[in-house]
């Protein structure tokens, strides 16, 4: 069973940058598609992006589209979000998720594994 810590939230000031990361335990880490999600209070879930067991591909939130980078490292078992140009609005909690399945897609009912997250805090 795969089991997911995220690190790398703090405080950060509009327009700066933050890198996420999703350390997951387990044999089927390299298999699985990886994605970060976020959730602001009194607001809904949001898909932020995936990247593929492989890591050659990469889908994203229209909201982050050029700004945020998701990326996958086998050997180490962790997956990354780079966030640059932050907004206020980008304030919440973020999370890492991880699905066998080979598209779960944008939906995060459709994975299975998820962590604790990370708090991100973005200053005016």
């Known amino acids: 069973q795969a089991q997911l810590i995220e690190s790398g939230g703090g405080l950060v000031q509009a327009g700066g940058s933050l890198r996420l990361s999703c350390a997951a335990s387990?044999?089927?880490?390299?298999?699985?598609?990886m994605a970060w999600f976020r959730q602001a209070p009194g607001k809904e879930r949001e898909f932020v992006g995936a990247?593929?067991?492989?890591?050659?591909?990469?889908d994203y939130g229209d909201s982050v589209k050029g700004r945020f980078t998701i990326s996958k490292d086998n050997a180490k078992n962790t997956v990354y979000l780079q966030m640059n140009s932050l907004k206020p609005e980008e304030t919440a909690v973020y999370y890492c998720?991880?699905?066998?399945?080979?598209?779960?897609?944008?939906?995060?009912?459709?994975?299975?594994?998820w962590g604790h997250g990370t708090q991100v805090t973005v200053s005016s």
């Open positions: 998720a991880a699905d066998r399945k080979f598209k779960p897609g944008k939906d995060g009912t459709n994975y299975l594994y």
């Open positions: 387990g044999r089927m880490f390299s298999t699985y598609t």
């Open positions: 990247v593929s067991w492989s890591g050659g591909n990469t």
